[in-house]
């Protein structure tokens, strides 16, 4: 510094200065170089010998920063504390001072010294940082109905000046009213660095309605608007009501398994329940249902469903259980003997009106009953009872025996007319056998419905009489049938049924040989009467007769 400005500096320190028209302010960010203009950066006089900075110190004494000469490229750092490592001035005059701190929140003043003047120019510093983060801590994982539960504190970390925060349920701000909302503010400054770290906790009364309830933490600070959103909550409260439900169909019949559902409204549902099983305590952990296995008729009542937390909590169920017997005297096969008499038991009992009907091989019929039996009711007799969702069956199979009975023997040309087909037809149970009186080849035979047929074949080389004997272990029976032989039919064409044509023909055949015989007679009549009327006319002619005749007129001559 040279003796000249040297002189006018304590000159200017000696006070007779002007004041600047009031002073400006400004705002610098945290850790960034604060840039102070001197004079709004007006530009400085043409005189200019040289511009000083100086601050305020806490105690109001100033203190000196640097110079710099008009003349000079590099100032005259005069600052001994913290700031000579920190302040510099550009070429328009302005401060630099590097790393903004909040200490740095001074009122800092130019002093423009020129041949003819001298103005000081204040400039007020404030420096201002935006939250390093905005978020919300322990959070809570589930809000309870009509229970005050911190929902979470909002946190907005190392601001100047400090953020203020408020809370936001669906977009509404919440205003704490000292009972459903409840919002805790703190403030911590920290000692070193002066910036503020604030904090809210949100404290909330939920409702049912709430679960889908967003809420958010909005922090407010002058640089910026930052906010933290919860994720919605799951709501919990107490159930309200319990409802037992029956879950089988109806109606329930005896031997269902019959499965009971308690429910409950509050959330998270119970996880165990007592199940009250005609007076009888069941705890279900882990569950809510409780099968009863193949209900009885005596398990009919009321059931019952609590919460172990609260057993006031109930609700009660009535099951009426539907059952059915059917029981009948018979049963399997029974076996009756033609003409014996058939009787059959039903006791049916059941929970309601019992409606029964029998079929027959599938056929409706009348309940069975017989004084006498005849093959014609055998078949599988099956009652069924039914009340409304239940029907029962039973059954039995009659089988009704009897020794066979002829019912047709036949006999029936075949097409080639070189054999016979005999039929011999019979009703008996058991199945019959069949003898024949006959040899025969291709016999052929069934049994259907109690009806045995039985066929062979045979080639009558003379008439026969014909005998089918049909027996079973209960008897036998007889019939006999006449067969003519097929070689002597080849003229009569048919047989049986066609007697009377072959009687027809033989009346033809006689009429025919009568008349031949009536010719022939008229033939040698004719003869004779022609050889005597020879005899008598031609005498003395050469005879034509028989050689014998001949030789006794040759004889008769030769004598005369
Ligand atoms: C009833 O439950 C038992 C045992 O769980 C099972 O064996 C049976 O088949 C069930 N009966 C019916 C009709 O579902
Ligand atoms: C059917 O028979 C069973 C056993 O034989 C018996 O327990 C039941 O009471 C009978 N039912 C009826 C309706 O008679
Ligand atoms: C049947 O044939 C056997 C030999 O095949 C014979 O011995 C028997 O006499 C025959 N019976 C009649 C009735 O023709
Ligand atoms: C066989 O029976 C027929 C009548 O059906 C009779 O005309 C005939 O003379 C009988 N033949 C013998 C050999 O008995
Ligand atoms: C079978 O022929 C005999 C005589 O050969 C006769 O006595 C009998 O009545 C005839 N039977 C039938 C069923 O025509």
Redesign the pocket.
Known sequence: MDSAAFLLLLCVSAGTLLRARGSDSMTALYGETITIPCNSGAPAPADLMFVKWKYEKADGTPGDLLIKQAQSDQPTVQATDDYAQRVSIDDKYNLLITKATLSDQKTFTCMVVSGTNLMEYSVTVSVSKKPTSVEIIDKADVLQKDKPVTLGTCVATDANPRAEITWTKNGQLMVADGKAVVIIPSLKVNPATGLSTTSSTLQYVATKEDADAVFVCVSTHEMITEDAELEPFAIHYPSETVSLQIMSKKPVVE???VTLKCNADGNPPPSSYFFHLKGQKMLVENSDTY?L??ISREAAGEYKCTLPDNEKMEDTQNIVVSYLDLNLSLSGKVVKKVGEALSVQTEKSGSGDVKVSWTKNGKTVAEPQADKLSFADAGVYVCVASIPGVTRRKSFELVVEGKPVITGLSKHRADDAKHKVLTCEAVGVPEPSFTWSVNSTDEESSYVNNKATHKITVVPRVNLTVTCTVSNKLGEDVRTINVSSVFKEESEKKESQEDSDDQAKLIVGVVAGLLIAAAVVGLIYWLYMKNSRQGSWKTGEKEVGTSEESKKLEENNHAV
């Open positions: 031997g269902d398994n099968t296995t193949s």
